[in-house]
Each structure stands twice: as C-alpha cells, then as structure tokens.
C-alpha cells in the first residue's frame, strides 16, 4: 500500500461571519505559485453562509478542508490552535478569512527559509479597502531582515497573516486563549517564540494584504493601547516602568506604520 504523501504546508484559517470575505481569501491560496498546501479552516460557529461558501470551494479542490466547531470562542486564539493541531504539514501559514496573498507568497518564504534554515518568518503586509483594487507587482529578488525579541517588543512587526511556522514551534508555544487577550494573543505568541531564541527573517516586500474594515477590533485604538499594556504587565520580568515604555513605543510606531504608511 503506498503511503500518503503530507502537504509541507498547512494554511490555518479562522473564520467567523465571513461569507463575504473568504471566498476572495480562499482564491487567493489557490493562486499561489506554491502548490504542496492543505487549506485547514477552521469555522468558529458562524450564523451566516461562511460554511456554504468553504463547502462549494472544497467541492472543486480536495485541499481545501473546514473543521466546524459548535461553540463560538469570541476570539481567533481557539479556532487557530485547533487548527494547528489538526495539520497536516510541518509548516504552517496563518491567513485570517478576510486577508488576501501575494500569488508569490508562499514560494518567497519557503526560499527564505531555505536560505537562512529558518523556523519562523513573515513577510511586508499592506493595507487595502477594495479588493478589486489590488495588484500583485513582480516580487523579483526581496531581501530578508532579522527581527529580534527586543524589536518586536518596541513595535509588533510580525503580521499574523503573513506568518509561516514551524508546526513544532506552534505546538509548543499556542495562543493565549484567555477572552483577555483578544486581538493580541498573536503578538503576545510571537514575544514568547522570540524570547525562547528562536530567530525570525522577515521578507521585505508586502506579500500579505490587509483588509481594512471600518469596527474591526486591530483599528480600536484605546482597546488596543489597554490590550497591549496588559500584555507587557504581564509578560514575564517585565516591571511596570517598562510596561508602559513598551506600550507607548508600540502606539508611537503604530501611527508611523499604519497611519502614515499604510503597512508594516
């Protein structure tokens, strides 16, 4: 009996309420230059169509699966590590139901791994309204930047939908899913993999789009400020001083690259 190949990469996707978002999100994986990927996506109890649309893409490709989960979690965290742990593949490739790829995405971050034997990257992300707008220009030859612990602690720089780890990584380090930490339970995961000592290369070029959505919780300001200083409070040998440096510092740099540039 021969033995079933595994993907290399498992897509994890958390989804809730998304019908109008995932089918472009999903097309986007299919248009991917890369092609050994399984798309896992993981449906948090959606009340609308999301589970009809993923259904109607599964039926025209077999990598394509959904986990439909009977309780909401009111946040990412739970449906991204169940997603984790259902894999397939020794990488894995966060992409939220509203987020759109590069078609190159994938195939520049596997080279980059190759290149530096890294376990954890990301890439340049950009922010967009209209997805009809969007254009994909020729990656050509982008370069590779180290982000440190001491980095990301001064300003997130890890786009969660940009981000492609190692299953092992993830497994050992999953998302808080303390309600608390809705909407920073990915930079909070990204500290702790960092300050382990694994290494993270970063692809300069925006191979991830960011959709942008008047409410969305990530462009709440004040929610996000009292989020992030719960976050450092509580990280480990961190006092209340540098709880509110690192907080300020992430809020300075937020406007710098959200605001005025659009991307991370």
């Not at 490709?61 to 990412?76: C, E, F, Q, T």
């Not at 990280?235 to 406007?255: D, E, K, R, V, Y």
Request: with cysteine.
């Amino acid at each position: 009996m021969s033995k079933v190949k595994m993907p290399m990469i498992t897509v994890v996707t958390p989804s809730y309420n998304a019908e109008k978002m995932i089918g472009r999100t999903i097309q986007s994986v299919l248009d991917q230059s890369w092609l050994d990927w399984e798309m896992l996506i993981v449906d948090d109890c959606s009340s609308d169509a999301t589970r009809d649309v993923v259904a109607s893409y599964i039926a025209e490709d077999s990598r394509i699966r959904l986990i439909a989960l009977d309780v909401n979690h009111g946040a990412p965290a739970a449906p991204r590590n169940i997603g984790v742990r259902e894999a397939k593949g020794r990488w894995i490739a966060f992409l939220d139901a509203d987020d759109i790829w590069h078609p190159e995405k994938l195939t520049q971050q596997i080279a980059a791994a190759e290149s530096k034997g890294g376990k954890f990257l990301s890439t340049q992300m950009k922010d967009f309204w209209d997805d009809k707008l969007l254009c994909f220009p020729a990656v050509g030859s982008a370069s590779v930047e180290l982000v440190t612990f001491g980095k990301q602690r001064l300003k997130g720089r890890i786009p969660t939908s940009s981000v492609l780890v190692l299953r092992e990584l993830m497994l050992q380090f999953p998302f808080n899913e303390d309600i608390r930490y809705k909407a920073v339970e990915d930079y909070h995961c990204w500290m702790r993999i960092l300050e382990s000592g694994v290494k993270h290369w970063k692809v300069k070029f925006p191979l991830l789009c960011y959709r942008r959505i008047a409410g969305q919780i990530s462009g709440s300001k004040k929610y996000m400020l009292e989020r992030m200083h719960m976050v450092h409070r509580e990280f480990p040998n961190t006092n209340s001083l540098q709880a509110i440096f690192f907080t300020l510092t992430h809020a300075l740099g937020g406007f710098y690259y959200r605001i005025l540039k659009k991307g991370l």
